[in-house]
Nanobody, 119 residues
Framework: QAHIVESGGGLVQPGGSLRLSCAASKNIFVIADMGWYRQVPGKQRELVAR???????EYADSMKDRFTISRDNSKNTVYLQMNNLKPEDAAVYYC?????????????WGQGTQVTVSL
């Protein structure tokens, strides 16, 4: 069983920055690739960024120049630093842990944290 808790969301003005944190239970963190997704009402959840167990990162094209994902294995925590935020970045941001057994992926999700970008 995985326990995943996000924090750090809130209201920020356009051009501002936020850092999201995601703390996961150790049993899943040490074997999982960790990622951030976001979702707005009426749309599918989309990948923002992912960091593998060994630190390899990938980003959605529209965010790779502004967002940075990192993981601290000593704290079982993954971070998403978001800079130069735009109104279209407003969404619920979800932390994801993905572990793989053979060819099967198992996904675990947090409850989400709201990010609002507005004047």
């Amino acid at each position: 069983q995985a326990h995943i808790v996000e924090s750090g969301g809130g209201l920020v003005q356009p051009g501002g920055s936020l850092r999201l944190s995601c703390a996961a239970s150790k049993n899943i963190f040490v074997i999982a690739d960790m990622g951030w997704y976001r979702q707005v009402p009426g749309k599918q959840r989309e990948l923002v960024a992912r960091v593998s167990r060994v630190g390899t990162t990938e980003y959605a094209d529209s965010m790779k120049d502004r967002f940075t994902i990192s993981r601290d294995n000593s704290k079982n925590t993954v971070y998403l630093q978001m800079n130069n935020l735009k109104p279209e970045d407003a969404a619920v941001y979800y932390c994801n842990a993905r572990r793989t057994e053979g060819v099967v992926n198992f996904n675990y999700w947090g409850q989400g944290t709201q990010v609002t970008v507005s004047l």
